[in-house]
């Protein structure tokens, strides 16, 4: 005897919703930032709508200044993105302005610590942050510092890089290295300082004299996406395109980043 049309349309039924559902990938949008004080605090809303539309999970600001033991000033992008905010320095505490780097993050914060990276030639230490960072159902090792730049300082950035490698392995090995850095040097020099991991900078086209990238291990995170942030000025009053003034050119802030995990199995 031949099923009936609803018997059938029970068992399509049944067998559609005992289908596994299909793992999605996470992903990490990281953006690396340089503000200049013609920026920041100025054009505050300005920089957090621009944060706001780029989807950020994680923030990297170089060259922030902390004054009298408080907060850096940037900390209070953390409230408007919904964040969390951590200062690194290499300046001790007693010092009345000390220099860094903010890391803000709205993915759970599983593990942090701070480092120095030292100079072959006896000059000061620089610090490094690392969070290790619940993506989803996985984590990943994040790591942030700013490197010595220019061919004169070459021997004194590749012991910085010796030690940011140092304090690498001395995590899980287990978990995806990702850093957001500002490298002052060219790809291929980039490529010996950090063997094995890839660098977004190089996808956005010729050489990037800003030196901000995002190193990422190509085996195990996808490149999803690479990209300029800049700001746009307002648009100059007037009607009459004859004797309006010329728009001023976009400032550019940084990079912005989209990094794709494995699905989850």
Known sequence: MRPSPFTCLLASCWLWTSLPAVAQPDSLVVANLSLPASVWPGQREAVIELLGHAGVDVVLIQQVRSHDRQAPEICNLAVPLQMHCDFVSADPPSLATRQGLAMLSRRPIVEDGASLLHGEDGSAPVAAGYWRLQIGTQAINLYSASLASGQRLQQRRQRQASDLRDWMASHDPALANVVVARFGSRHAELLQL???????????????????????????????????????????????????????????????????????P
């Open 194 to 264: 950090m063997p094995g991991l890839g660098t977004a900078r190089k996808s956005l086209g010729p050489e990037q004299a800003h030196g901000l990238d995002v190193l990422y291990p190509p085996e195990r995170l996808r490149l999803k996406a690479s990209t300029v942030l800049e700001l746009h000025g307002p648009a100059p009053p007037g009607d009459d395109p004859a004797n309006t003034p010329a728009a001023q050119p976009p400032q550019m802030l940084g990079i912005v980043v989209e990094l794709e995990l494995p699905a989850a």
